[in-house]
């Protein structure tokens, strides 16, 4: 894996967690336990922070950045990924937050100010555009992203599902 300090900030990944050998880690980013980041994922935080909470996982070529502070965002953006996050492949995150418990379907695009509600399904190919708020307990999708329908009780009990089989496959991965 290659992970490299910058400007002062060094990544700090729980020792539980999983960074594939293609990953890259950059700068000021944290990786809570039991996480994982699979192979070509980029987290930099080169400008600002990144946060990943436990149980969560960061799937192939997924792409993770912020925005940094200036006057025309003031204080610029984060991201902050909760615990249990499932996040697809080639999702690309850019200074959103991203609840617990939620799973972002592979492709999307979730943009700067974004934030996506606890228990949250955000279909395949969606776009979150700027700033906007997804309600929690909703299947959203689209271009831009529409809430669709409430979460069925089977859905829900997947967004759980997804984290935990991800713990698993990490630790085996881990084994080699």
């Known amino acids: 894996m290659s992970i490299r300090d910058f400007d002062g900030h060094t990544p700090r990944i729980d020792a539980s967690a999983f960074v594939d050998e293609t990953a890259l880690v950059i700068g000021d980013v944290e990786i809570g336990a039991d996480s994982s980041l699979w192979p070509m994922v980029v987290a930099r935080g080169d400008i600002h922070r990144i946060r990943i909470g436990a149980r969560s996982n960061i799937q192939d070529g997924s792409v993770i950045h912020v925005t940094h ?21 080639q999702v690309t995150l850019h200074g959103c937050t991203i609840e ?4 972002i379907g592979m492709g999307s695009l979730v943009l700067d100010g974004a934030r996506i509600e606890r228990g949250t399904l955000l279909g395949a190919g969606s776009l979150v555009s700027p700033g906007k708020v997804l309600e929690g307990g909703y ?25 935990d089989h991800y713990v698993r496959l990490k630790e085996r991965h881990r084994r080699g």
């Open 69 to 89: 502070d200036s006057d025309h965002v003031p204080g610029g953006h984060p991201v902050v990924i909760g615990d249990g996050v499932t996040v697809g492949h």
């Open 100 to 103: 617990d418990d939620c799973l």
């Open 139 to 163: 299947l959203w999708l689209g271009r831009p992203a529409k809430r669709i329908r409430p979460l069925t009780a089977e859905e829900r009990g997947y967004l759980g599902y997804s984290a």
